[in-house]
């Protein structure tokens, strides 16, 4: 059974950092690309940065430079490092990730991360 398990998430200060965690178990094989989403109240859910296999990463234009994202292949872990957090950076987090290139997206249960001071 596939499980998606989010951490890391929670309230931080401007300027402040949070990491970010999903792993994926259930899953015999190393998934072919994995990223995180961020949803605002009353706005669409947006791309934040991904990573495939390869190593090849993309990032919303607002993160570049403050967010890494990494994975762990043999594990199917991905992670986002937030850093020099702003407070139009708080949303609900979502861990996605595609199992090959022609599967449908798959997300988590999303995480809540709030930056206020």
């Known amino acids: 059974q596939v499980q998606v398990v989010e951490s890391g998430g929670g309230s931080v200060q401007p300027g402040g950092s949070l990491r970010l965690s999903c792993v994926v178990s259930g899953i015999g094989s190393s998934i072919f690309r994995m990223g995180w989403y961020r949803q605002a109240p009353g706005l669409q859910r947006d791309l934040v940065a991904s990573?495939?296999?390869?190593?090849?990463?993309n990032y919303a234009d607002s993160v570049k430079g403050r967010f890494t994202i990494s994975r762990d292949n043999a594990r199917n872990t991905v992670y986002l490092q937030m850093n020099s957090l702003k407070p139009e950076d708080t949303a609900v987090y979502y861990c996605?990730?595609?199992?090959?290139?022609?599967?449908?997206?798959?997300w988590g249960q999303g995480t809540q991360v709030t930056v206020s001071s």
């Open positions: 996605n990730y595609y199992l090959y290139s022609y599967s449908p997206p798959s």
């Open positions: 990573m495939g296999r390869s190593g090849i990463t």
